[in-house]
């Protein structure tokens, strides 16, 4: 395949330079657009075909022959529908359009969402007139693809995509550094997503950074970045109020009771937090997240080894959306915890009653729970929760409540299994 290096010359300027264009490289990006004009605006399935073979083609130089028949046959259908290209954009506009920058914008950001993003990347060096198009009209955008120099590669586009809303920058091996983010605060304002899992370079510089610049984060993933401090978390959630979506899995570090509280006082629209091996954490967090979050719908304490009951109780008591909850390796978990959610289930039977007199019926109460390595609980409390809870299921395909390493719950069913059971005693086989 094709590599970013060999296509893209990153560097801080006007933007993304292309180097070594090779003629198929050249090719494939001029048939990808043309036949996806042909393909919107003509409708014919076949063309779908078409450029799957000819961009497959391009990707392997020892097949160039079959560019050229994928070329010929492009051209023969092309006549078949109207002789010539120009007549092609003439059914769009009425009007001749003689030069790719002449493509309305609206025309090409259809195309270019057809494709993947590093090809979006590589068109918009195609021209001034695209690069700005995409500039302005391109909202969501990953480079995760990005094997090196991905650092680099943010500098030079940060400035350029304004109307950014999303934005996913996940890597394998660490590269991002704070001058990159410090880049997408600068200059992404509008950004509501962003994902930064794995990197591992960044500093609390790049928490003030996006706590000055993209206040409209709704959904923010850091899990992995292990060099962030709670003084530095609890300075971004004073800003990023909006946040619905924080994912620290394996923040360490950044994730204390300290820190718990700043997000249970700042956000408190927060509805998905992952906390996964935050091994800091103790049950004053966890309240004080309870008592801040009313809405929170899903919760991973997964390792998270110095909670206890007391947290599970004040997340039954007050977070009454609560909806999956990760207890994974929470070893100091007992009975009690079990029945508080029981008990939470039934109180809040009525929301559900009110819900469904107004039309707007959404099951609530838990679907998903996760008890796994939990191994001071007893049957009778785990039953009892999945009593209540219907949507928690053990039966084979559908686990929804996860007990492994718990040899002493091997009795706990849901009530699908329980049904089949008395259906299958209710009518015994004939032969017995």
């Not at 039977?349 to 679907?367: A, P, Q, Y």
């Amino acid at each position: 395949m094709l590599s970013t290096e060999t296509l893209i010359h990153y560097k801080r300027g006007p933007g993304p330079t292309l180097v070594k264009k090779s003629y198929g490289e050249t090719l494939m990006l001029f048939y990808c657009v043309l036949v996806s004009f042909l393909f919107i605006f003509l409708r014919l399935s076949s063309f779908e075909v078409l450029i799957s073979e000819i961009y497959l083609s391009l990707l392997n130089p020892s097949v160039s022959s079959a560019v050229v028949e994928s070329r010929n046959r492009l051209k023969k259908m092309m006549v078949s529908e109207g002789g010539s290209l120009n007549l092609c954009f003439e059914k769009m506009e009425g009007n001749m359009i003689t030069e790719w920058k002449d493509i309305p914008v609206e025309l090409l950001m259809r195309i270019l969402s057809l494709v993947d993003d590093r090809t979006v990347i590589i068109a918009s060096g195609v021209c001034i007139g695209w690069r700005d198009a995409i500039s302005f009209g391109l909202t969501r955008l990953s480079l995760s693809w990005c094997k090196k120099d991905m650092n680099s590669l943010v500098l030079s586009l940060a400035p350029k995509l304004v109307k950014l809303q999303t934005l996913v920058l996940r890597q394998d091996k660490p590269q991002l550094e704070d001058s990159a983010v410090e880049a997408i605060a600068n200059h992404c304002h509008e950004l509501q997503d962003l994902d930064l899992s794995k990197s591992l370079k960044l500093t609390d510089h790049s928490l003030y950074s996006l706590a000055r610049g993209c206040t409209s984060l709704t959904k923010l993933n850091l899990s992995g970045c292990t060099s962030f401090s709670d003084t530095g978390l609890a300075y971004l959630t004073r800003f990023c109020k909006k946040l619905k979506v924080l994912n620290l899995c394996g923040c360490v570090e950044a994730v204390s009771d300290n820190a718990l509280q700043a997000i249970g006082e700042n956000c408190s629209q927060m509805q998905s937090l992952n906390l996964g091996w935050c091994e800091k954490i103790s049950d004053d967090g966890v309240m004080s997240l309870a008592d801040g979050c009313p809405d929170l719908r899903s919760l991973d304490l997964c390792g998270c080894v110095l909670i206890t009951d007391e947290s599970v109780v004040a997340l039954a008591n007050r977070c009454v959306h609560l909806r999956s909850l990760g207890l994974y390796y929470c070893r100091n978990i007992t009975d009690r915890a079990m029945y508080s959610l029981a008990q939470s289930g039934v109180k809040n039977k009525h929301e559900m009653w009110r819900s469904v007199k107004k039309g707007k019926f959404d099951e609530e109460g838990l679907r998903s729970l996760n008890i796994s390595q939990c191994t001071y609980l007893t049957p009778s409390a785990v039953q009892a929760v999945c009593d209540t809870f219907p949507a928690l299921h053990t039966c084979s395909g559908r686990h929804s409540l996860v007990m492994s390493g718990c040899l002493n719950l091997t009795s706990v069913h849901c009530a699908c299994i329980l049904q089949a059971h008395r259906t299958h005693t209710a009518f015994p086989h004939p032969a017995h």
